[in-house]
T-cell receptor
Framework: TQLLEQSPQFLSIQEGENLTVYCNSS?????LQWYRQEPGEGPVLLVT?????EVKKLKRLTFQFGDARKDSSLHITAAQPGDTGLYLC?????????FGKGTRLHILP | GAVVSQHPSRVICKSGTSVKIECRSL??????MFWYRQFPKQSLMLMAT?????????EQGVEKDKFLINHASLTLSTLTVTSAHPEDSSFYIC?????????????FGPGTRLLVL
């Protein structure tokens, strides 16, 4: 059973377009995190959302935590080729971090 | 910053041999380190939690006798893949949590790519 479901699994769009990636769970999490991973490297933390309904912005990236703290979204405005990568959501459960399956994003120049 | 290193970054070995991977927290003490495995095109799967000075806790389905974990100091954890086989080929990533740190605050290493021939 996958605790965290991410959608879409793959997304290929043109440079300049907007996109949203979703992370959903049937369980409540005290916090959710978003990571980005480049091929052959470890994941890098982008943001942690803690409060239900919280919205955080990181340049062109907007992260939202659902009111019930069961889901989160990542919205990228005006995507650029440099945004290409694997985006992972993760939640804390039983003193450890559990990852979703990830969304592989490819931005076409 | 909080830097975690892994050594080696890549390793190729013959089937049946054992391979040791090191995970070090360079500028902080880590009471807890985590080991993940990532197959191509897939996400990170937690293998085990390593606590300094005590036995590791393995996730369901992970063979503790095959993946030996030692966390002998506050800055070093090792993962030994014993009698490696081609199906053990994967990207192994460790993370470390600072002493007294929040569970969601983990610092990830750059990963070790293992190829078993």
């Amino acid at each position: 059973t996958q605790l965290l479901e991410q959608s879409p699994q793959f997304l290929s769009i043109q440079e300049g377009e907007n996109l949203t990636v979703y992370c959903n769970s049937s369980s409540v999490f005290s916090s959710l995190q978003w990571y980005r991973q480049e091929p052959g490297e470890g994941p890098v933390l982008l943001v942690t959302v803690v409060t239900g309904g919280e919205v955080k912005k990181l340049k062109r990236l907007t992260f939202q935590f659902g009111d019930a703290r069961k889901d989160s979204s990542l919205h990228i405005t005006a995507a650029q080729p440099g945004d290409t990568g694997l985006y992972l959501c993760a939640g804390s459960r039983d003193d450890k971090i559990i990852f979703g399956k990830g969304t592989r994003l490819h931005i076409l120049p | 910053g909080a830097v975690v290193s892994q050594h080696p970054s890549r390793v190729i070995c013959k089937s049946g041999t054992s391979v040791k991977i090191e995970c070090r927290s360079l500028d902080f003490q880590a009471t807890t380190m985590f080991w993940y495995r990532q197959f191509p095109k897939q996400s990170l799967m937690l293998m085990a939690t390593s606590n300094e000075g005590s036995k590791a806790t393995y996730e369901q389905g992970v063979e503790k006798d095959k993946f030996l974990i030692n966390h002998a100091s506050l800055t070093l954890s090792t993962l030994t893949v014993t009698s490696a086989h081609p199906e053990d080929s994967s990207f192994y990533i460790c993370s470390a949590r600072k002493a007294g740190g929040a569970v969601e605050t983990q610092y990830f290493g750059p990963g070790t790519r293992l190829l078993v021939l």
